[in-house]
C-alpha cells in the first residue's frame, strides 16, 4: 500500500549543528520523493526532490539520501540556522498524487 | 506576485452551513488540487483537476464539491459543514498532472462550531 512515515516526530538541534530528518517508505515502486518544509501558518515549500535512479542528491545547504534496498529517505540540513525551524514532510509519488508522511518538528535551540 | 492564492484565510462558520474557498494559481500550470490537514499536520489530497477536468477524488464526501471555471482556478464549496470539517484546507498546482513538485497555497483554516 501507499504510506509514508517518519521515525521521529520531533527533532531539537544546536544551531550551525546539522540536522537529519528520517523518513521511510512502504512502496517500493515509488519512483520520485520530495521533501517540503512548512512555517507556522504557511504552506508547504518544496525544498528538494529525488527519483529512484538516484541515491544523492544535494541542493543549498541540504541533501536527500535515498537508501531503496530498506526503503528509506532522510533529508540532511548543514549548518542549521533559526530560520530552518519548521515541519518537514517527506513524500512519495502514488498514482498522480503526492502521499506525504507524518511531519518531523525541527526546532533550533541558540 | 503570490503563485498560488486562497481566499480567505481563516473561515469560522456554525455547523450545517455551506461555504466557499477560492484559489487561483498565476503560474501557468495545468493542474491543481486541494488538500486537507488535519490538526496533527497530517496532509492527505482531496481532489485534483488538469485543465478542468476532475482526475483525482479521494473518497471525499459529496458534500465537497470542487469547481474549475477555468485551468487557473479551483474552488471548493462544503455544504453542511461538520465538525470534523475542521482543519487547514491548502490548495496547490503543478505543472503537469503527474503529482510532481506541488506549489501550495498559504492555506484557509476552517473552523466549524
Known amino acids: 500500500g501507499e504510506s509514508v512515515g517518519l521515525h521521529l516526530p520531533t527533532l531539537s538541534v544546536q544551531e550551525g549543528d546539522n540536522s537529519i530528518i528520517n523518513c521511510a517508505y512502504s512502496?517500493?515502486?515509488?519512483?520520485?520523493f520530495i521533501w517540503y518544509k512548512q512555517e507556522s501558518g504557511k504552506g508547504p515549500q518544496f525544498i528538494i526532490d529525488?527519483?529512484?535512479?538516484?541515491d544523492k542528491r544535494q541542493g543549498q545547504r541540504v541533501t536527500v539520501l535515498l537508501n531503496k534496498t530498506v526503503k528509506h529517505l532522510s533529508l540532511q540540513i548543514a549548518a542549521t540556522q533559526p530560520g530552518d525551524s519548521a515541519v518537514y514532510f517527506c513524500?512519495?509519488?502514488?498514482?498522480?498524487?503526492?502521499?506525504f508522511g507524518q511531519g518531523t518538528r525541527l526546532t533550533i535551540n541558540p | 506576485d503570490t503563485a498560488v492564492s486562497q481566499t480567505p484565510k481563516y473561515l469560522v462558520t456554525q455547523m450545517g452551513n455551506d461555504k466557499s474557498i477560492k484559489c487561483e494559481q498565476n503560474?501557468?500550470?495545468?493542474?491543481m488540487y486541494w488538500y486537507k490537514q488535519d490538526s496533527k499536520k497530517f496532509l492527505k489530497i482531496m481532489f485534483s483537476?488538469?485543465?478542468?477536468?476532475?482526475?483525482i477524488n479521494e473518497t471525499v464526501p459529496n458534500r465537497f464539491s470542487p469547481k474549475s471555471p477555468d485551468k487557473a482556478h479551483l474552488n471548493l464549496h462544503i455544504n453542511s459543514l461538520e465538525l470534523g470539517d475542521s482543519a487547514v484546507y491548502f490548495c496547490?498546482?503543478?505543472?503537469?498532472?503527474?503529482?510532481?513538485?506541488?506549489?501550495f497555497g498559504s492555506g484557509t483554516q476552517l473552523s466549524v462550531l
Open positions: 529525488i527519483r529512484s535512479n538516484m
Open positions: 503560474l501557468g500550470h495545468d493542474t
Open positions: 483537476y488538469n485543465n478542468k477536468e476532475l482526475i
Open positions: 513524500a512519495e509519488l502514488g498514482a498522480q498524487k503526492l502521499v
Open positions: 496547490a498546482s503543478s505543472p503537469d498532472p503527474s503529482g510532481e513538485k506541488l506549489f
Open positions: 512502496n517500493s515502486a515509488s519512483d520520485y
